[in-house]
């Protein structure tokens, strides 16, 4: 009876876990439960495997399975979009020198001092460009080896864990730092001259999370991350929104990004590509971002080996393609308004 009643428990928190993120209120404790999608399904499985063991006809058997059966089931559809039988938005398109993009992306955790696995990365990877968050003075001067590499360069360090650099081969055309919300947390928007001469557009992010101590709502992070896809959408330009988002891919306003930016995921249908927690296997999930415009395909994605930070780096390759190769998803009337009322409610805050 006792070992009943523990499994109820938690069956029950679990199933609480699964479903409370289906509330769309942004206080931190709800919006939590957005990130550990997989690690809830594998927890699931397990409770399920004991329900079944479980001696006696005892009937909290038989709800206890129903509801875990039920939580496994939504929690499939929900992960199924990033195993490789999710449907691609991108298609694979061979990597181009003159029309592509290879690029970075990573958060180095401002209190890592291991600038050496940063700048080791960097050069064997050889990108054309990288954008890295959480980069304080200590950081820009530690990294001052791959200057010589990289002749076009954005560096804003900051001591509050929002610091941005970026650095690039490629020339820089046009430069905004922005502080959408905050005074204090700034974006970038850059054009690049491809090889080609063609212009593309970066919008590098950094926004707040949802956690306590830094912010007790989502609002700020989710009105960032929708500014940014109205701005992309509005912009001609083919572009990329890149950075860590500190929400993860699957997230409501994630999704309600793509149909507003008219963006694409390169992991729909190839994985999770996870870049956090570096140091803890269990609990990882996507926060670090490139997603692209409809004019690219994808040459290659993949999360490179750690450098220190609690944070993996994100590798991407894409190429103009003058071929249909990826597909968006759009906005209907009321998910318009509601970005509309979450960016909004973000200035109010």
């Not at 004991?50 to 909290?60: C, K």
């Not at 593309?200 to 830094?214: A, C, F, M, N």
């Amino acid at each position: 009876m006792e070992g009943t009643l523990i499994l109820t428990g938690i069956t029950a928190f679990f199933i609480l876990a699964t479903f409370v993120p289906l509330v769309k209120l942004d206080y931190w404790w709800i919006r939590i439960f957005d990130y550990p999608r997989l690690q809830k399904l594998v927890i699931l499985v397990a409770l399920g495997v004991f329900w079944i063991i479980l001696d006696g006809d005892d009937p909290m058997k038989l709800i206890g399975l129903g509801s875990v059966g039920l939580a496994l089931i939504y929690l499939s559809v929900q992960v199924w979009p990033y195993t490789i039988l999710g449907k691609k938005m991108i298609q694979r398109v061979p990597f181009s020198k003159d029309n592509g993009l290879h690029l970075i992306v990573g958060n180095v955790y401002q209190f890592n001092t291991d600038y050496s696995k940063t700048i080791q990365l960097i050069k064997k990877r050889n990108p054309d460009a990288v954008f890295l968050v959480e980069t304080n003075q200590r950081w820009v001067d530690g990294l001052k080896r791959i200057e010589e590499d990289f002749p076009y360069r954005i560096l804003l360090p900051k001591e509050n864990t929002y610091g941005l650099a970026f650095y690039s081969k490629l020339p820089i055309l046009r430069e905004e730092i922005n502080y959408l919300l905050d005074p204090e947390i700034p974006s970038l928007e850059v054009d690049l001259k491809l090889n080609s001469g063609q212009r593309i557009t970066l919008y590098g992010i950094h926004p707040t999370p949802p956690v306590p101590g830094e912010n007790s709502k989502s609002t700020e992070r989710d009105a960032e991350i929708l500014m940014i896809g109205k701005k992309s959408q509005a912009n001609p330009n083919p572009s990329l929104v890149i950075g860590d988002l500190n929400d993860v891919a699957w997230s409501y306003t994630t999704s309600l990004f793509l149909k507003i930016s008219q963006m694409a995921d390169p992991r729909r249908g190839r994985g999770f590509y996870s870049t956090f927690h570096a140091k803890v296997p269990f609990f990882r999930w996507p926060l670090d971002h490139v997603f692209l415009s409809r004019h690219f395909g994808l040459s290659s994605l993949q999360v490179l080996p750690g450098m220190g930070s609690d944070h993996f780096p994100i590798e991407i390759k894409a190429t103009l393609s003058p071929e249909k190769t990826t597909e968006t998803i759009r906005a209907n009337g009321d998910e318009k308004k509601e970005a509309r009322a979450k960016i909004i409610n973000g200035h109010k805050e």
